[in-house]
């Protein structure tokens, strides 16, 4: 049980107010006897079950709302906590299943997807966060009465709702350097200079998949490579080619770029370009990259990182309220029928 309250605060770094589900293992070979019995409480299970919330074209079932009431209850247990009556609790979790399924009905909408790299590495961080490998972490998960698919699952929920948030709040705010100017001078910070070079870049990454092995990869990034030097924009290139999911929509934008904040091939690449020159395909870790430099400038590290972690504090704060006002409305914007 140790591993269950960071666990949860790093699924809640992904979207506010969400909970792993519990799943019972399974795995064991099992008599038919038993395999009858099974299937008898499924059976019986199935017939008492019922709709409990329509959900635009979706709906929730009221075996699906049991399951999440038992896993926060058995959280609450090993963490001490208490709960509000059932017949309060219900409501509230229901509704929290509703937002849900409003945002995970948008990410199918939008053709949204998680990869396995994407997601293998998120539930890697996971298990860091915990101070675990993942075959720790999947040992730990099985102990507190899920399994490592169930976790998989719900963590590629979360990072699909997260992709629908930012997708809709980056658009609704915006911090303007008179806003970082207002909040330094209140504070009154100084600090010493510390010149440093930094470059603006975008890129074009195409990753290894599984159904894409190290040369269809390659040729797919010398395609993308061919029609920049053909003339194509780089933005449009960027959001057909790219597997980069954190910049493709912005047009493989990166921004400023300093020493340090990329592996090394990618790093010594750029370093190698000019001004608004572009790279022939390079190999990394991720893939190979078709990266161009736009700007170069030498830049007072020591200052612009605090207006950086300004400019990031008030952008935080402002996505949190906007996020709440935009759930409101696309809730209200969608078809709900409670039956609970």
């Known amino acids: 049980m140790k591993m269950r309250k960071p666990l949860l605060a790093r699924m809640q770094q992904l979207s506010a107010g969400s909970l792993l589900a519990l799943c019972v ?11 009858q019995a099974q299937n008898f409480q499924s059976t019986q299970r199935q017939a008492l079950d019922n709709v409990v919330a329509v959900v635009n074209n979706g709906v929730i079932m009221r075996s699906e709302l049991d399951d999440r009431i038992a896993q926060i209850e058995q959280q609450a247990q090993a963490q001490g906590g208490s709960l509000p009556p059932r017949s309060q609790l219900a409501p509230q979790i229901l509704e929290r299943m509703v937002m849900e399924e409003i945002q995970l009905q948008m ?9 396995d790299t994407e997601l293998n590495s998120q ?7 915990n101070n675990m490998t993942l075959d720790e972490f999947a040992d730990a998960v099985e102990a507190d009465g899920m399994t490592l698919a169930i976790v998989r699952e719900e963590v590629r929920r979360e990072m699909l709702m997260r992709q629908v948030q930012q997708r809709q709040i980056s658009n609704r705010v915006s911090v303007s350097e008179r806003d970082v100017e207002r909040f330094l001078s209140q504070q009154g910070q100084s600090g010493e200079q510390n010149l440093i070079e930094e470059t603006r870049a975008r890129h074009v990454l195409v990753s290894l998949t599984p159904n894409r092995d190290e040369s269809q990869a390659r040729a797919r990034a010398e395609e993308a490579r061919e029609r920049l030097s053909q003339g194509a924009d780089f933005a449009s290139v960027a959001r057909e080619f790219s597997d980069d999911s954190g910049t493709a929509l912005n047009g493989g934008e990166l921004g400023w770029v300093r020493p340090g904040q990329t592996v090394p091939a990618f790093e ?26 736009q700007e170069r400038r030498r830049q007072d590290v020591t200052q612009e990182s605090q207006r950086e972690q300004v400019r990031q504090a008030i952008f935080q704060r402002r996505a949190n309220e906007e996020l709440e006002t935009w759930q409101q409305e696309v809730r209200s ?6 039956r609970l």
């Open 25 to 35: 293992g399974a795995g064991i070979a099992l008599s038919p006897l038993t395999l």
């Open 268 to 293: 010594e690449a750029m370093r190698g370009l000019d001004v608004n020159q572009v790279s022939q395909p390079v190999r990394s870790q991720f893939g190979y990259h078709v990266i161009e430099v």
């Open 123 to 129: 539930v890697r961080a996971i298990a860091e966060s």
């Open 107 to 115: 990410a199918r909408d939008a053709n949204l997807s998680i990869d």
């Open 333 to 338: 914007q969608a078809f709900v029928d409670i």
